[in-house]
């Protein structure tokens, strides 16, 4: 199976902050790499996919880059609704696999 | 609009089993290959299982295989996972899930709301 980690576990930041969440694949999945953002009680929600493509109605604050086996998270300026948790996720092959999720939190 | 809404979860004993269903609507289902993933308490997303978009090949991870089946019926709209064998480590929030494109692999674009499953003696 493919294991994803991420990087850093917990993060704290304040708004206008420019964050970096990092997350690294076992073997090369090429681009097939998504990012979530999940609020308490909520289900996630798709940030980005194949890598770096903006999910349609997401802030252009959130950038994804990195292909094979390093991948980033970028939000270039931490707004208040961005105080959740990121998980990332390849789909290059079954067993999909997630990350074990990165916690923006206020500083 | 396009939505995904899970019913059918509960509080059940060890060993017991339980038949998670997922409902669709606003896009054409049978287009779709569809997912459940779970989510302990307190932890990370967990891939379930994956089911072909006629319903003729199911996808597991290995720790629900063998006691977990999913299914799915196009002219209902619906998605199943029939978990049997249930063990207190299954207790989670569980999620059905749709992939933004037709074909195999993609990110998953629609989740449901999910629902809870406490698996208690």
């Known amino acids: 199976d493919i294991q994803m980690t991420q990087s850093p576990s917990t993060l704290s930041a304040s708004v206008g902050d420019r964050v970096t969440i990092a997350c690294r694949a076992s073997?090369?999945?090429?681009?097939?790499l998504a990012w979530y953002q999940q609020r308490p009680g909520k289900a996630p929600k798709l940030l980005i996919y194949?890598?770096?493509d903006l999910e349609s109605g997401v802030p252009s604050r959130f950038s994804g880059s990195g292909s094979g086996t390093e991948f980033t998270l970028t939000i270039s300026s931490l707004q208040p609704d961005d105080f959740a948790i990121y998980h990332c996720?390849?789909?290059?092959?079954?067993?999909?696999?997630f990350g074990q999720g990165t916690k923006v939190e206020i500083k | 609009q396009v939505q995904l809404v899970e019913s059918g979860g509960g509080v059940v004993q060890p060993g017991t089993s339980l038949r998670l269903s997922c409902a669709a609507s606003?896009?054409?289902?049978?287009?779709?290959?569809m997912h459940w993933v779970r989510q302990a308490p307190g932890k990370g997303l967990e891939w379930l299982a994956a089911?072909?978009?006629?319903?003729?090949?199911?996808f597991y991870a290995d720790s629900v295989k063998g006691r977990f089946t999913i299914s799915r019926d196009n002219s209902k709209g619906t998605l199943y996972l029939q978990m049997d064998s249930l063990k207190t480590d299954d207790k989670a929030i569980y999620y059905c899930?749709?992939?933004?494109?037709?074909?195999?692999?993609?990110?998953?674009?629609?989740w449901g709301q999910g629902t809870m499953v406490t698996v208690s003696s």
């Open positions: 899930a749709r992939i933004k494109t037709r074909g195999t692999g993609d990110a998953f674009d629609i």
């Open positions: 606003g896009f054409t289902f049978s287009d779709y290959r």
């Open positions: 089911v072909s978009e006629d319903g003729s090949n199911g």
């Open positions: 073997q090369s999945i090429s681009d097939s």
């Open positions: 194949k890598a770096s």
């Open positions: 996720q390849q789909y290059r092959t079954y067993p999909w696999t």
